[in-house]
């Protein structure tokens, strides 16, 4: 990965500076999903500093950032547009709710499933999902209100002051590590743009080209304490099949994202989150969203990345971050206002650069074409749907990757012992994709009157292995012909009822294992 990574350990000082630069860039982004969700910026906002303070005192992954998010911001419009804010707040209670019951029933370890493959694919489509979103700020508003890309001085300005902040993120770690370069960087062009007086876009036209004409000239971000206010929705059935498919969607997106987002930081510190307590972590400040007036979300893997790159490591950092952005909407939004846009931009394209997953262009020149093509597959399916879909399709991918390659992998050595028994030695899985050529190995006619089948090199993994086991049983027994299975576990033993009469298992010296069975339940 392109090496941008401070390697200190957590500590006060850079947690708390480290906070403060994630702060501001958290501002334009949430108040951009507010408006993809279709609710008013407060209320991205208020879920920004809600999500990202609850994750960082009680979540399990210290110096992950959370707040509102595009990836749940988008599975929201539907809702608001034909019910209201109210059942978006009910929904996103239900969601947190689910989330929790996800961390206390233990299902984050399932993000251990997730191939490394569809890990990097991940982490390239998010990296370019961060830059195509970014490209957006090199647009303004004409006078006919559609937006067009800068030209002329605007544009230059707007590159200028990008280079200059990606500049001093990259250089100034050479000389100093005393403060978070991406902080300096953002002060800097700040008081560059307004002190030489350049014509340079600032957060609050970002927020005002959102807002219709007649709001334009009040727009602030200034705003008040969250309140608390149970949803104003009936509580019946009828809301609750209102609500509850959005909150399922919300809920695995939500989690989806960030348990990859803490595997991801997991790999880039050297250390390891639980992903079960950032489940409940998740849920719990979800549900708080839904009482307090936000819209919830998420981990956010660029302002992850910031806050990481920028030296924050422990709990604090987070918790600094939410709760200087809440100092800014109280008390400082008349100062966050002119933050220029370009500094942001800037930031995140550094954060682009530190994300992408450049050692996987090794992969797409290796030899495995299958791993290249699930890379390349979850990369383009993040850009142009979402993640959730991506993360799905790519495991899916790679199970039948996987069943397809082993498949073929079962084979057989056969050999006479002293009593004058064929003894078949099978090497290599029985599963549902290696049926087909288990049921091959075997002569039925022209074997001897007593047959082998020894296990003790192979493993029976799902249900369709035990079923062909049974199946080629009867075909023994109907040739008057007797079937001995040896080194077969207890369990598979237990699930082959139809064949314990006629056929002779032996379970010595056999390690235990599983199977994969309805029966097991």
């Known amino acids: 990965m392109f090496n941008l990574l401070t390697k200190s350990d957590s500590n006060v000082k850079n947690d708390v500076l480290s906070g403060i630069t994630v702060a501001l860039a958290l501002v334009p982004e949430a108040v951009a999903f507010a408006f993809v969700a279709g609710v008013d910026p407060m209320v991205g906002l208020y879920a920004a500093f809600m999500m ?46 689910l989330q929790i019951l996800a961390g206390v029933f233990k299902l984050g370890k399932f993000i251990r499933l997730v191939p490394y493959p569809v890990m990097l694919g991940f982490v390239n489509g998010l990296a370019i999902v961060i830059f195509l979103a970014q490209l957006g700020q090199f647009k ?34 050479k000389l100093t590590t005393a403060v978070p370069a991406s902080l300096v960087a953002i ?24 807002l219709p004409e007649e709001q334009k000239a009040s727009a602030t971000l200034a705003g008040e304490l969250p309140s608390f206010a149970i949803p104003m929705v009936p509580f019946t059935l009828e809301t609750l099949y209102i609500v509850l ?36 972590g998740q849920g719990v400040a979800n549900s708080v969203n839904g009482f307090f007036g936000g819209m919830g979300g998420c981990a956010m893997i660029g302002q992850s990345m910031i806050n990481i790159n920028s030296g924050g490591r422990g709990r604090l950092s987070g918790i600094t971050a939410a709760v200087v952005l809440l100092a800014f ?27 992408f997953e450049w050692a996987s262009f090794k992969i797409l020149r290796g030899a495995n074409k299958e791993d290249a093509f699930i890379l390349i597959l979850v990369t383009g399916v993040t ?27 079962i084979h057989a050595n056969t050999s006479i012992d002293d009593e004058g028994w064929k003894v078949y030695e099978l090497e290599g899985p029985l599963f549902f994709g290696s049926v087909r050529h288990f049921k091959e190995l075997f002569d039925v006619a022209n074997d001897p009157q007593d047959v082998v089948i020894e296990f003790k090199k192979s493993r029976i993994w799902d249900s369709s292995g035990i079923d062909a086991i049974d199946g080629l049983a009867d075909k023994y027994q109907q040739a008057g012909k007797k079937l001995h299975i040896r080194h077969i576990s207890a369990e598979c033993r237990d699930l ?5 009469e006629y056929v002779e298992m032996n379970i010595n010296e056999d390690p235990r294992y599983h199977v994969a069975s309805d029966k097991l339940g």
């Open 383 to 409: 850009v142009a749907a979402d993640l959730a879909i991506a993360v799905v399709v790519g495991v899916i991918v790679s199970a039948l990757v996987f069943a397809w390659k082993h498949a073929s992998n």
């Open 140 to 173: 303004v508003l004409d006078s006919l209100g559609m937006h067009q890309w800068m030209q002329g001085s605007q544009l230059y300005i707007m590159l200028g002051l990008v280079a200059v902040t990606m500049a001093i993120i990259h250089f100034l770690p």
């Open 245 to 280: 498919p959005t909150s399922v969607i919300i809920a695995m997106v939500g989690l989806i994202e960030s348990l990859l987002t803490l595997s991801l930081i997991d790999e880039l510190t050297d250390t390891r989150g639980r992903g079960n307590k950032e489940c409940i």
């Open 329 to 355: 909407i109280l008390f400082l939004a008349p100062w966050i206002e002119l933050i220029p846009l370009a500094a942001l931009v800037g930031v995140m394209f550094m954060v682009v650069l530190g994300t």
């Open 52 to 97: 990202g303070l609850i994750t960082s005192a009680i979540g399990g992954r210290p110096g992950m950032i959370s707040g509102a998010t595009g990836a749940t911001a988008v599975v929201m419009v539907a809702l608001v547009a034909q019910y209201g804010i109210q059942y978006l707040f009910a929904a996103v209670v239900l969601a947190g709710i």
């Open 187 to 210: 002060l800097t062009v700040t008081f560059a743009v307004h002190g030489l007086d350049l014509e340079a876009r600032t957060v609050i036209d970002f927020v005002r080209d959102m």
């Open 496 to 500: 082959l009822e139809n064949a314990q």
